[in-house]
């Protein structure tokens, strides 16, 4: 079985930052994109960020753009997102996805362009 599994979130205080980590859990499965979404409560899930696996063009939402970073280490099959300047407004469950299939720039904000999920990680930024 094929799976996400998303750490390093936490609470931090405004301003501060934090590392998160998305790798695969079970059998080795082909990913062209990987991307970072949220979802605070009573929100619609949000495109965070995306980073393409091939040829590593990356994309950002513009609430995160210019704070946030996403990155990918190949050796540890593990892609990154270092959030820098958090708002209180960035609370939220932070989900890591993956595409099978290359994404065109115009698509990678969807959700539903993603064929695996993890189950996320909780990131809460204090005033």
């Known amino acids: 079985q094929v799976q996400l599994v998303e750490s390093g979130g936490g609470l931090v205080q405004a301003g501060g930052s934090l590392r998160l980590s998305c790798a695969p859990s079970?059998?080795?499965?082909?990913?062209?994109?990987v991307a970072w979404f949220r979802q605070a409560p009573g929100k619609e899930r949000e495109f965070v960020a995306g980073?393409?696996?091939?040829?590593?063009?990356?994309y950002y939402g513009d609430s995160v753009r210019g704070r946030f970073t996403i990155s990918r280490n190949y050796a540890k099959n593990t892609v990154f997102l270092q959030m820098g300047s958090l708002k209180p407004e960035d609370t939220a469950r932070y989900l890591c996805?993956?595409?099978?299939?290359?994404?065109?720039?115009?698509?990678?904000?969807?959700?539903?362009?993603?064929?695996?999920w993890g189950q996320g990680t909780q990131v809460t930024v204090s005033s």
């Open positions: 980073v393409d696996l091939n040829g590593g063009s990356t």
């Open positions: 079970g059998r080795t499965f082909t990913r062209s994109a």
């Open positions: 996805a993956a595409a099978y299939l290359p994404l065109s720039p115009s698509t990678w904000f969807h959700e539903r362009q993603y064929d695996y």
